[in-house]
């Protein structure tokens, strides 16, 4: 079990994590999520020992095997897909039997066998970070820390690593992802928020979305004059927010029912236009997260 206790650290003088404590236990993927300079590589190199906090401390790591995926791909670009798993699994200590039969394996999770002879820097960008995958969990270790292991990875890949990742967990490793992709909660049994180097919330991600205290209305197909509306919505709202999404406007409220009726009012009569209540999915309870911490003055 990983302990992370009170861990502070700081970039010449600037600090990047502050205070953060949770522990790693039964729950067997934990996602971090945090916008751009939250502190998450920050993080995950001082829980893989990388760097040393300015305060606080990392207790249970003594006997633990790691894997590590960082953001950029680390693996050699002029080997082969199997010439860097075998490599891998040298490195790692496992004798050429044992790796031939682990890589078997994982080229059929991964979708990779058949690739195996293709030099790893032809590779496409998902199958990249499949492979990186691959090579961080040949030996099987207790924790896996990956750096968003799905960054401009397009979303059928997406899915498909994190049915990876699944398996993965499953076979007994504990995993703890950072993402930007909010949706991505959904593959875990716990998320933990992090901003500006702090800990929001670290909750099961149903959790909170059954907590979140908003409701969402969309009005579909809203053309190019919802940007006259939005203004005049937003004046109905005590705390909430409007906002697009495509050609849909959306409206995040803590209101009673007559919302709909104050919004109806404004929008034109003749468009055929109609208002419909949604369930709010995880971009909106995190987004709202964040924005509270950030202190924005509605959503
Ligand atoms: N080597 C460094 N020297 C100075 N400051 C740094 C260094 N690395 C990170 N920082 C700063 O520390 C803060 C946290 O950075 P970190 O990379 O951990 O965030 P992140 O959540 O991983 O963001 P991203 O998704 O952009 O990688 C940021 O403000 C960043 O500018």
Known sequence: MLNVKGVSYAYRGKKALDQVSFTLGEKKITALIGPDGAGKTTLLKVMAGLL????????????MSLGYVSQFFGLYGEMSVQENLH?????????????TQRIEELLHWTGLESVIHREAGALSG???????????????????????PTNGVDPVSRREMWRLLQSVAEGGTQIFAATQYLDEAAYCGRVILLHQGRILVEESPQQLLRDFPFRLLVIREAGHERVKWMDRIRKELTTGEVFSKGRDLYILHREGMSIQGRIKAILPSDKGLSLEEVEPGYEEVFTQRFQDADGGESR
């Open 52 to 63: 040393r906090p300015s305060s606080g401390e990392v207790n249970g790591k003594d006997g």
């Open 87 to 99: 490599f891998y699994g040298r490195l790692n200590g496992l004798t050429f039997r044992e790796s």
């Open 126 to 148: 998902g199958m990249k970070q499949k492979l990186s995958i691959a090579a961080a969990v040949l030996h099987r270790p207790d924790l896996l820390l990956l750096d968003e």
